[in-house]
């Protein structure tokens, strides 16, 4: 099914199942440990052995030896694998470094080694007894002493890194009001409870990997690259995933090296890196430091707008695109964005949650408070003085939907933000300051073609099979739920199958274009579905209607079940999104977030009171987990404001918090009461669900409110990101 004109009336307009607030389907599953994640898969085979990865102790250079001797001796081992004996592999597409390192080292971590043995202790004590020696070379790992000499970073049509429209440098020089800051946000870790594991089994020259990834046909189509064989000789199987955040999009070693183990044991093997393991071997948000200049009339209207951004990743890599938010967010005729790539010889940069958006928010929505401050506006009004309702870049380009201004007036009102004192460090309850802040919430929705197949049984149960994952966000129920309504079913009534790479190729879980995209392919073989049937019953397909079980025509019908008396009739299609249509309008999704915080006066302790996310994203498919996820993603937030940070070690590039000891992230007693709310929309523009995403809208822009509201409660204002108490004790008002 094409979609390239606007959706009209369909089934999914009814919102008897969809749009409905149903509880997750998988959530027994999930609360009786019975949901089988990728180490976890104990009766898939026979025989289990158990792999050990093995990072380098450098960060940069090569090995000059590797014996195995002792190892191989120990109780229990039965392979080791290394480049030595790993033959010739492949580089996946979206790799950066190779998944086995040697005798060339890239970064700190990169597995080197994987020893097998009959238990997981007996792998662990032999990889201890790997004789290794190294040779260090000399690194680059400190981004602001690369700043000056980075290049500008690669560039493409569809996403350039260096934008302009107008002329920025005269706007911003004539501009009766200027202001220019620069800010930075650290390496982030993300610190999914699940680790990367996967358990491989080769049959002939055929490999079966359960494993955690969020991309079925990414993961498959690389690790076949990776080991060289043909594509159709790699299944992925990953039903449920423990979280991933963007860390599971790609290829990971842990799937390596559990096929090449299980390959040179000759058995089945289970792989999950330590909890170290996952922050220098797998991949990480990069750091920033960004640099943003407004220039704007005394009335507060922006009439020059400039967003630079420099971050770093390997060689090859790509930046991170904290700018992109910026060409879209705001009014202004003269405009200019830069990014900047330095190479750095860290662990891999890439994806995570809200890429581009959620670090590029915490510098421009604290840098528009800041000039709002200057001009004496209030930070709502002067956001929705600025708000526009076309492309900034492009004026004859309109938004498909655009009610960013909604989202701050309803926000504004149930927050009560008219008891804000706009004079900060000035509200006081007990030991506490407090103060109140406000920021805008912007992600970019994307379209990504995604298949399905759904069966009709004799029992009138449909079953619905893609390579969709649900990585704890609720894909199995959104999924369910749009079959249900296609076919006129209950929920009950509807079973759903991921996670396999023998099933249509899906979206995939990533980029907050998963709900939409898979959603709208199984519309789309759902549609394909209610043909057939209708062609078996001898209805009309074009006027046959699909409710309570029953299909109806004219004055005719029929149970739903007794279709398929016959047989099992099946459908298979998928939704196909028209580039141009694309092109015509842009796809946005917007929303306000309000947070409290209070600060102790006496240590600069930190607490976030309360917190509210208005949201904007088209028709939310289900109000209950679409809340699961926005809360998600304002705690998420809260760590990238207060806690969350990489620390790295410039002699020997690594990062040395890595674990969640070291590494903090928000839990329970951190997260006050959060509240959502959802504006009454959809967008016919995006697709047949007339949906779109809203699991990373949740955090964009979170950080920036919170580090505004400590700004109101104290008057101190930090531009380094996490904001600690060290950063705000001495520059705190005087205790009366």
């Keep these: 099914m094409k979609f390239d004109t606007p959706a009209g009336t369909n089934p999914i307009d009814r919102e008897r199942v969809v749009g409905q607030p149903h509880e997750r389907i998988d959530g027994?599953?999930?609360?009786?440990?019975?949901?089988?994640?990728?180490?976890?898969?104990?009766?898939?085979?026979?025989?289990?052995?158990?792999?050990?990865?093995?990072g380098s102790a450098i960060a940069k250079g090569r090995i000059t030896r590797l014996d195995s001797t002792a190892a191989r001796r120990a109780p229990g081992v039965v392979a080791i694998v290394t480049h030595e004996n790993a033959g010739e592999l492949g580089k996946g597409d979206k790799n950066t470094a190779k998944l086995l390192g040697g005798p060339e080292v890239q970064h700190y971590h990169q597995a080197v080694a994987v020893v097998v043995a009959d238990t997981f202790e007996q792998a662990r004590a032999a990889a201890m007894m790997l004789d290794i020696a190294y040779e260090s070379a000399d690194g680059a790992f400190d981004l602001a002493a690369a700043k000056d000499t980075a290049p500008d970073a690669p560039s493409t049509e569809e996403s350039?890194?260096?934008?302009?429209v107008g002329d920025f440098a005269s706007a911003f020089a004539s501009a009766p009001v200027k202001f220019e800051q620069s800010y930075?946000?650290?390496?982030?870790?993300?610190?999914?409870?699940?680790?990367?594991?996967?358990?491989?089994?080769?049959?002939?020259?055929?490999?079966?990997?359960?494993?955690?990834?969020?991309?079925?046909?990414?993961?498959?189509?690389?690790?076949?690259?990776?080991?060289?064989?043909?594509?159709?000789?790699?299944?992925?199987?990953?039903?449920?995933?423990?979280?991933?955040?963007?860390g599971k999009l790609f290829l990971r070693a842990d799937a390596v090296m559990a096929a090449l183990g299980a390959k040179a044991a000759g058995r089945p093997v289970k792989v999950a890196l330590s909890r170290p393991m996952m922050a220098n071997n797998t991949t990480h948000r990069p750091a920033t430091i960004q640099r943003v200049r407004i220039g704007a009339e005394r009335d507060g209207k922006i009439t020059a707008i400039a967003h630079e951004s420099w971050s770093g990743d390997l060689e090859g890599g790509q930046p991170e695109v904290a700018t992109q938010q910026t060409r879209l967010l705001y009014a202004g005729a003269n405009r200019m964005t830069s990014l900047k790539l330095a190479v750095l010889d860290l662990p891999e940069g890439n994806a995570m949650r809200a890429?581009?958006?959620?670090?590029?928010?915490?510098a421009l929505e604290v840098?528009?408070?800041?000039?709002?401050?200057?001009?004496?506006?209030?930070?709502?009004?002067?956001?929705?003085?600025?708000?526009?309702?076309?492309?900034?870049?492009?004026?004859?380009?309109?938004?498909?939907?655009?009610?960013?201004?909604?989202?701050?007036?309803?926000?504004?009102?149930?927050?009560?933000?008219?008891?804000?004192?706009a004079r900060p460090a000035q509200v006081r309850?007990?030991?506490?300051?407090?103060?109140?802040?406000?920021?805008?919430?912007?992600?970019?929705?994307?379209?990504?073609?995604?298949?399905?197949?759904?069966?009709?049984?004799?029992?009138?149960?449909v079953t619905v099979e893609t390579d969709m994952t649900d990585i704890g966000t609720g894909s199995y129920t959104i999924i369910a739920q749009t079959a249900a309504e296609m076919l006129g079913l209950p929920l009950d009534k509807v079973q759903v199958t991921l996670g396999d790479s023998m099933f249509p190729v899906s979206a995939g879980s990533g980029g907050?274009?998963?709900?939409?995209?898979?959603?709208?392919?199984?519309?789309?073989?759902?549609?394909?579905?209610?043909?057939?049937?209708?062609?078996?019953?001898?209805?009309?397909?074009?006027?046959?209607e699909f409710v309570d079980g029953m299909v109806r025509a004219g004055d005719r019908q029929v149970p739903l079940a007794e279709a398929a008396a016959g047989g099992e009739i099946v459908a298979e299609d998928k939704i196909e999104f028209s580039k141009e249509m694309m092109k015509e309008k842009q796809q946005s999704t917007f929303g306000a977030h309000f947070v409290e915080v209070g600060v102790d006066m006496a240590t600069a302790e930190?607490?976030?009171?309360?917190?509210?996310?208005?949201?904007?994203?088209?028709?939310?498919?289900?109000?209950?987990?679409?809340?699961?996820?926005?809360?998600?993603?304002?705690?998420?937030?809260?760590?990238?404001?207060?806690?969350?940070?990489?620390?790295?070690?410039?002699?020997?590039?690594?990062?040395?918090?890595?674990?969640?000891?070291?590494?903090?992230?928000?839990?329970?007693?951190?997260?006050?009461?959060?509240?959502?709310v959802f504006l009454d929309e959809t967008d016919p523009d995006v697709s047949p669900m007339k949906a779109k995403g809203v699991g990373e809208l949740g955090l964009c822009g979170v950080s920036a409110a919170i580090a505004n509201a400590i700004h109101n409660a104290t008057g101190v204002r930090v531009r380094d990101y996490p904001i600690t108490l060290d950063k705000l004790i001495e520059d705190l008002p005087d205790v009366a």
């Design 429 to 461: 309850d007990g030991r506490w300051m407090v103060g109140m802040g406000v920021a805008s919430a912007f992600r970019n929705n994307m379209n990504m073609d995604s298949g399905a197949r759904a069966r009709l049984g004799r029992d009138g149960v």
């Design 367 to 421: 840098a528009m408070d800041e000039l709002a401050e200057q001009l004496g506006q209030d930070p709502v009004q002067f956001r929705i003085l600025n708000d526009t309702q076309v492309d900034p870049e492009d004026p004859s380009r309109p938004f498909s939907q655009r009610r960013l201004a909604d989202c701050f007036r309803q926000g504004a009102e149930k927050f009560g933000w008219s008891a804000r004192n």
């Design 184 to 246: 930075t946000t650290p390496d982030q870790s993300h610190a999914m409870m699940e680790p990367h594991a996967s358990l491989a089994e080769w049959n002939g020259d055929s490999v079966t990997v359960w494993t955690s990834n969020q991309m079925i046909a990414w993961g498959s189509a690389d690790l076949a690259k990776t080991l060289k064989i043909a594509p159709e000789k790699v299944r992925i199987v990953s039903p449920f995933i423990g979280g991933g955040f963007g």
């Design 606 to 676: 930190v607490r976030v009171r309360r917190m509210l996310a208005v949201c904007a994203a088209g028709r939310i498919l289900n109000p209950l987990t679409a809340r699961s996820q926005v809360i998600g993603g304002m705690t998420m937030g809260v760590g990238g404001a207060l806690m969350e940070d990489l620390v790295v070690d410039k002699r020997h590039g690594l990062f040395i918090n890595h674990d969640l000891a070291g590494y903090e992230v928000p839990v329970h007693a951190d997260i006050p009461h959060q509240e959502v």
């Design 28 to 54: 027994r599953l999930k609360v009786t440990g019975t949901a089988p994640y990728a180490y976890e898969h104990h009766d898939v085979a026979e025989n289990v052995a158990y792999g050990y990865v093995v």
């Design 160 to 164: 350039p890194t260096q934008t302009g």
């Design 355 to 362: 890429p581009g958006e959620a670090p590029g928010l915490m």
């Design 512 to 544: 907050q274009w998963g709900a939409n995209s898979s959603t709208a392919g199984v519309y789309a073989a759902c549609v394909k579905l209610r043909e057939a049937i209708a062609d078996k019953l001898g209805l009309d397909p074009a006027s046959a």
